[in-house]
């Protein structure tokens, strides 16, 4: 079965600064990929996905991550961090046609 | 468009306490539907998901239950809440049949149990 890790429970960064959040998956065959992202006392709301093509995949906010197959690893960065970038970001993985399991989330801290 | 309801926003209930949770959806037809629970500080744990009306797959055993009385509609229920069952309840709706699908989450209810 797949699952998905991610590192970092927390992330603190100063503000206009780049960050990187580390996600990791399992699985023995193709998977989509996503990140998405929770705001204080909020639902989620998709930052992005990899269905395929393009390892580079742009979302909104200014976020893109790269899917990397050799490391199983779908990392999310954003060169210039904003104070309302504050929130929680969450990785996931499907199988084709099954339903979707998130990581455990990693909080992201921006820093005036 | 496509809108995703739930109610109410915030719940403390009783220990022993019956619950219900409503979850809607506008503007598309025979969603997937979803529940999840997410406690304090941790990630979201899928309770039950539904690809029709009164069909109901549950993902983790508990005193727990879900419904799906109209094509757009999803209930979470108990008989007798536990303090455990404390936490932000999420529903989603997804496209059936579509590759990749992406969840739509509504705004959540926060449910304390005391």
């Known amino acids: 079965a797949q699952s998905v890790t991610q590192l970092d429970s927390q992330v603190p960064v100063f503000e206009e600064a780049p960050v990187e959040l580390r996600c990791n998956y399992s699985?023995?065959?193709?998977?989509?990929l996503f990140w998405y992202v929770q705001y204080p006392n909020q639902g989620l709301q998709l930052l992005l996905k990899?269905?395929?093509?393009?390892?580079l995949v742009k979302g909104i906010n200014g976020f893109e991550a790269e899917f990397n197959k050799s490391q199983t690893s779908f990392h999310l960065r954003k060169p210039s961090v904003h104070i309302s970038d504050t929130a929680e970001y969450f990785c996931?993985?499907?199988?084709?046609?099954?339903?979707?399991?998130f990581g455990p989330g990693t909080s992201l801290s921006v820093i005036p | 468009s496509q809108t995703i309801h739930q109610w109410p926003a915030t719940l403390v209930q009783p220990v022993g306490s019956p619950l219900s949770l409503e979850c809607t959806v506008e503007?598309?037809?025979?969603?997937?539907l979803y529940w999840y629970r997410q406690a304090a500080g941790r990630g979201l744990q899928l309770l039950f998901y539904?690809?029709?009306?009164?069909?109901i797959s549950s993902e983790v055993p508990q005193n727990l239950s879900a419904s799906r009385p109209q094509d757009r509609q999803f209930i979470l229920s108990s008989k007798k809440l536990l303090l455990s069952d404390s936490g932000f309840y999420l529903c989603?709706?997804?496209?059936?049949?579509?590759?990749?699908?992406?969840?739509?989450f509504g705004p959540g209810t926060r449910l304390l149990v005391l």
């Open positions: 990899y269905l395929s093509g393009s390892t």
């Open positions: 503007g598309t037809s025979n969603p997937n």
């Open positions: 989603a709706w997804s496209v059936p049949g579509a590759s990749g699908e992406t969840q739509y």
């Open positions: 539904s690809v029709g009306i009164g069909q």
């Open positions: 996931a993985v499907s199988l084709i046609y099954d339903k979707v399991i």
């Open positions: 699985s023995s065959v193709s998977v989509y």
